[in-house]
Structures are given as C-alpha cells and as structure tokens.
C-alpha cells in the first residue's frame, strides 16, 4: 500500500494511502492538520501546498494550472513545492515524504 509521510511543525505522521488517492485527499481523511485542500482537488485554491522531501520516484512534470497557483501559495514557494492535490498514490508515487508549510491561507 503507498506510503505518505507528512513532516508537520512539531511531528511526522505516516498515513497508508489507497491507490489514486491525492496527498491532499489523504491528509484531509487522516486529520492530518495544515493540508487544507478548499477546492476539492481543483488546482484552484493553492491550500494544499506541500514540500516534497523525497519520493520513491520521479515526480511527473508540474502543468501549467499547478504552476499558476503555486505563485499564489502563503507561504513562500521553494523549488520543491508541489500541490498535494495533483500527485497520486500509486501512479505517482509508492512512498512520498512531503513537509507542510507553516500556513496554507
Ligand atoms: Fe485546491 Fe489542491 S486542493 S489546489
């Protein structure tokens, strides 16, 4: 079963994700805190930001409409910022660790 790692402020917590099931959407049915996803998974809200600190593979290629809205994350974006709405258990990734920025809104 894919793995997730999120590495908050103050702890980690490893949450099984089902297949196709978002870093975002994971986090949102586990109560991981600081993963808000307000659009659903729509790469429009930018309020499911995460660091990305390793994975099991290559990441696919950031689309345009994730580029546009990681301009808009609240906090600043690095150059492994991805939208945990737009990479998937299973067809993404096996095992990812992502760390959650300090504030989404
Ligand atoms: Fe809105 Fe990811 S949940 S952009």
């Keep these: ?9 103050d ?26 996803g307000e659009c659903g998974g729509q790469a429009m809200c930018a309020t499911c930001h995460v660091f990305v600190e390793g994975a099991d593979c290559e990441l696919p290629d950031i689309e345009d409409d994730e580029a546009e809205m990681l301009e808009c994350t609240a906090d600043e974006r690095r150059s492994n910022s991805r939208l945990g709405c737009q990479l998937s258990a299973g067809s993404h990734f096996s095992e990812i660790i992502v760390r959650l920025p300090q ?3």
Excluded: C, F, W
């Excluded at 079963?1 to 402020?9: A, F, N």
């Excluded at 099984?16 to 870093?23: F, H, R, V």
């Design 1 to 9: 079963m894919p793995k997730i790692t999120y590495i908050g402020l």
């Design 103 to 105: 504030r989404q809104v």
């Design 11 to 36: 702890d980690s917590v490893e949450v099984e994700a089902t297949e196709g099931q978002s870093i975002m959407r994971a986090a949102v049915l586990n109560g991981i805190g600081g993963i808000v």
